[in-house]
């Protein structure tokens, strides 16, 4: 166990469908990370959160909507999402800092999504 | 950050040591070598860092080179459960945002009988 929990494990949705996925970290960190990872391709950071401040958008679709409420939360809100983002989502936290990165990230065990 | 090269797949026969190589050729001086591994639809995991000395924790050893163009990570005793993929990725140490890693391929480690 690394200290980061992410629900649902497993999600089925319709491409008309609202959903959310959750990751949560026990480890006090600062930063925290979603990254994508479709089938036969690398993992692709998408959102960075330091000290619940946006600071990284990878040029991700708004069809995904991050949010962070505190350090120890992290979101990510699906609306209208097409077959092609069926993919395994991964939440990851950090030290962080202000003065910037550098530290280690841990990663939870994903969530995998399959979009109708 | 430096991109890293990597072999597509290796091989390892259970109990002997895996040998991991990477190749950085263009890392900068304040950049690290960070290495993870992934067992098959589960998160990366976290193995071991280092700047410029070898460095060596429970789980491997990571060998990097006086001129730190390579690196090799060491798994000394493989066993089926170390078959993974296995990411090499080089990154500065600070950049005014929170860490970025950026993924390659990887190298496909199968441990056997």
């Known amino acids: 166990e690394t200290g980061v929990t992410q629900t649902p494990r497993h999600l089925v949705m319709g491409m008309t469908n609202k959903k959310s996925l959750k990751c949560e970290q026990h480890l006090g960190h600062n930063a925290m990370y979603w990254y994508k990872q479709s089938a036969k391709k690398p993992l692709e950071l998408m959102f960075v959160y330091n000290f619940k401040e946006q600071t990284e958008n990878n040029s991700v679709p708004s069809r995904f909507s991050p949010e962070c409420p505190n350090s120890s939360h992290l979101f990510l809100h699906l609306h209208t999402l097409q077959p092609e983002d069926s993919a395994l989502y991964l939440c990851?936290?950090?030290?962080?800092?202000?003065?910037?990165?550098?530290?280690?990230?841990?990663f939870g065990p994903g969530t995998r999504l399959l979009v109708l | 950050d430096a991109k890293t090269t990597q072999p597509t797949s290796m091989d390892c026969a259970e109990g002997r040591a895996a040998n991991l190589p990477c190749n950085h050729s263009t890392i900068s001086g304040n950049e690290y070598v960070y290495w993870y591994r992934q067992i098959h639809s589960q998160g990366p995991q976290y193995i071991i860092h280092?700047?410029?000395n070898n460095e060596t924790n429970e789980m491997a050893s990571l060998i990097i080179t006086e001129d730190r163009k390579s690196s090799t990570l060491i798994l000394p005793h493989a066993t089926l459960r170390d078959t993974a993929v296995y990411y090499c990725i080089v990154r500065v140490a600070n950049t005014g945002t929170a860490s970025k890693l950026t993924f390659g391929t990887g190298t496909r480690l199968q441990v056997t009988l």
């Open positions: 990851a936290s950090s030290q962080g800092s202000l003065a910037g990165g550098g530290e280690t990230q841990y």
């Open positions: 280092g700047l410029k």
